[in-house]
């Protein structure tokens, strides 16, 4: 491989996707993708090692990677705002703008169908409860610094069911609170991906049952 | 001259049917088993004279039971009893029902049947003929007539008299085979639960715990309620408190539009952004006309649940007050799953006979006057209609339970008839910082059906202030109030009413006796606000049919 594809794909993916790789993993990511092409007696394009540079990236978990972009000392300040492009991964997801108790419920699968009922058929289902509204509380870390974000407008590409490892860029201006970040659909884009030790090690019924 | 026999369900019915066929003439006499009276007269039956002779049953004239040598719970394996041969028995011995019908019967030309029109009475019908058709005289032609008839009014009567039909075997048939199937499935699984249990706990009250294929899924409902509540866990959550004064003096709380959080650093930044903000700026206003829609037409599972919520009134002794009121001709058949009045049904002449009420005369007459709404849609079971008053009634003409359930009745008879409740809501939006706030009040524009059901009334909001675009408002106060989630109550009568109809257990005329038998017998008991608590015993019966991976209980019902 030539030294000069290196950098290429350094600048691509620095330049189109925003994330700025280190060296030595990007060297043990271009050998093995060369070894991957020899057992399976493919040709890789130019272009299609890119996209596999970046699939990897995707799959891989930021913490081992040591990247590292957020400023220190971000959960210190009252108020504050980061400017720029920062790549991160999701460690969880919660919401909460429902209690604990009542997610618990619907994944286990024992929401109770009958607590629905009302006499007053004008109620609503779950009636002694108010009607809840989506408010996801994340953890994301960029490999080195853990910090906190929250749904501070509705974003669509994000649920409580995405899945734990996916990488988000959350890019421009961003105000942080007492170390919370106020996430927008228009400050947040996701990438992708997922990080497998994260999912086993955290299922949602684990989670919500350990918040109780 | 031929005589026509007829037999009605209850004494009192008979009475009641004579005096209107006969229009007031008929001359009556004690029957030979001392209960029923037999009440004759003359009139035309098929074009010629005839003598009538109108008399009646008490309920049902036989029951069914198993073979003698199978009431031994001692010497017989439950198991036995799901093949073992079953009898039909006289249900009330001393009534000696069989014979009195037989007697009456002998000499008599033709049957004419007027047993209360559902299943039930359908199946009385067929025991009636058991034991009336073979002592009567052999004619040509139809010998055995139904009536069919939804009140006992005058009209209802006389017409049910000129349309008489045939009586339906496999309507009866169907409640045979119900007797049967609860008869083998009750006995079997209630002696051996409770030869299970006896003797095994020592605090438990095990003399009998019986089992029932609708009561049992009954009892499910409420233990699992009981569940719910046990293995709640209460969470703490924030909600901001703010409070605003309209240059006019009113205070405002204002209601954020993210209700509650679960986070309380999440809450606080809010707070502080809000409070960073210190007044709140007026976005928009906006009015929207809105309606509380006229109740459908009533039937019997809407009663019994208004009777318990409302009035605190359980659903057995509603529908014993109930038939007391149809029998004596003052609203029609209670029992009716139909929501919907059939095309041709004199409305307005029914509403006429309530104008002269010193409770409801004057609504009447407005209604009248500008004209009744149609009732809104609802649904056809192709029963009876729905319940209706049939004839005035003051409150001096009965007892208290009896003119409030009556009272009832009509005024949703009334409110059904009578236009929409409607109000004009007033609604502010607010911006404090960048997060969203309203409040919201409400006029009424036209009381309709609630002047009649003032129990439904709106609560009468203050008017709103007003508020222009733009408009700056500084902040009374805002702070973090915390407060924790709380587990359901306890089902309610009303509640227990609404889910068996939602999954089947029992019908409109049998949901009242499963209620009735779960307390009776121990399972549940009857706590303030007519909620249904289980009691140990209910609780341990329905864990234990769980244990057995019984999982849905209402599946038992259905007959899997």
Known sequence: MIAGQKDCIKAWMLQTHRIDVQNDWLQACLDWIQEEQRESNTVNTPDSVKNLVFEQWLMSDLRELHSCCLPDNLQENIKATISGSFPLQIESIIDVGSSCYSQLQKVKGTENANVGVSADTSIQPGYWEPKPSKMLYLKLTDGTNDIQAMEYKPISSIGIDTVLGTKVLVHGDVICRRGVLLLTSDNTHVYGGEVDTLIEDNPPEQLLQQAL | ?560
């Open chain 2, 1 to 560: 001259m031929r005589t026509v026999l007829m037999v009605a369900e209850k004494p009192s019915l008979a009475q009641s049917l004579a005096k209107i066929l006969s229009n007031g003439s008929c001359i009556s006499r004690k029957g030979s088993n001392g209960a029923c009276s037999i009440h004759e007269y003359r009139g035309k039956f098929n074009g010629e004279n005839v003598t009538f002779k109108m008399t009646s049953v008490c309920g049902h004239v036989m029951g069914c039971d198993f073979v003698g040598k199978y009431n031994s719970w001692d010497k017989v394996d439950p198991a036995e009893l799901f093949t073992a041969p079953i009898q039909k028995k006289e249900a009330s011995p001393n009534l000696h029902m069989p014979n009195f019908l037989r007697r009456e019967a002998q000499g008599a030309d033709y049957l004419v049947l007027w047993l209360d029109c559902d299943k039930e009475g359908e199946n009385i019908c067929f025991e009636v003929m058991e034991c009336t058709v073979g002592a009567m005289n052999r004619v040509q032609g139809q010998q055995v007539y139904r009536a069919r008839f939804s009140a006992i009014t005058d009209t209802d009567i006389k017409r049910a008299m000129q349309n008489l039909v045939s009586p339906n075997k496999n309507e009866a048939q169907s409640v045979d085979a119900r007797q049967e199937l609860d008869l083998r499935i009750g006995c079997a699984f209630t002696r051996y639960q409770t030869k299970f249990f006896q003797g095994k706990y020592g605090d438990l009250d095990s003399t009998l715990i019986s089992y029932g294929p609708c009561q049992t899924p009954t009892l499910g409902f409420c233990v699992e309620r009981h569940d719910k509540i046990q293995s709640f866990k209460p969470e703490p959550f924030w909600v901001i408190d703010v409070q605003i004064t309209h240059p006019g003096g009113k205070s405002l709380k204002l209601e954020w539009e993210r209700v509650r959080l679960f986070d309380k650093e999440i809450a606080l930044m809010f707070l502080n952004m809000i409070k960073g903000s210190e007044e709140a700026r007026v976005v928009t206003t906006t009015q929207k006309e809105k309606t509380k829609a006229r109740p459908i037409a009533l039937n019997t599972v809407e009663l019994l649940r208004v009777a318990s919520s409302g009035l605190g009134i359980g659903p057995h002794h509603t529908m014993q007050v109930a038939e007391r009121l149809y029998t004596q001709g003052y609203i029609s058949y209670p029992r009716t799953e139909t929501t919907q009045y059939p095309e041709n049904f004199d409305l307005k002449g029914t509403l006429r006979q309530q104008q002269s009420s010193p409770n409801w005369g004057d609504l009447v007459t407005k209604l009248l006057n500008e004209g009744i709404q149609k009732p809104k849609k609802g649904s056809d079971a192709g029963d009876h209609p729905p319940i209706t008053p049939m004839k005035l009634a003051r409150e001096s003409d009965f007892d208290h339970d009896s003119w409030r359930i009556y009272d009832y009745i009509t005024r949703h008879f009334i409110g059904s008839l009578s236009p929409d409740c409607r109000y004009l809501q007033t609604t502010v939006h607010f911006e404090i910082g960048l997060e969203k706030f309203s409040t919201s009040g409400n006029r009424l524009l036209d009381a309709g059906y609630t002047a009649v059901m003032p129990w439904q009334a709106l609560s009468s909001d203050e008017e709103m202030p007003q508020f222009t675009r733009e408009q700056t408002i500084p902040l009374d106060h805002a702070k973090l109030v915390e407060r924790q989630t709380s587990p359901p109550d306890y089902l309610t009568e009303a509640e227990l009413i609404s889910l068996m109809e939602k999954n089947g257990i029992g019908t409109d005329a049998s949901i009242p006796v499963h209620i009735n038998n779960i307390c009776e017998r121990n399972y549940v008991n009857i706590i303030s606000g007519r909620k249904l608590k289980p009691t140990p015993l209910g609780i341990v019966l329905v864990h234990g049919y769980q244990k057995v991976r019984i999982q849905n209980l209402h599946l038992l019902a259905h007959g899997y």
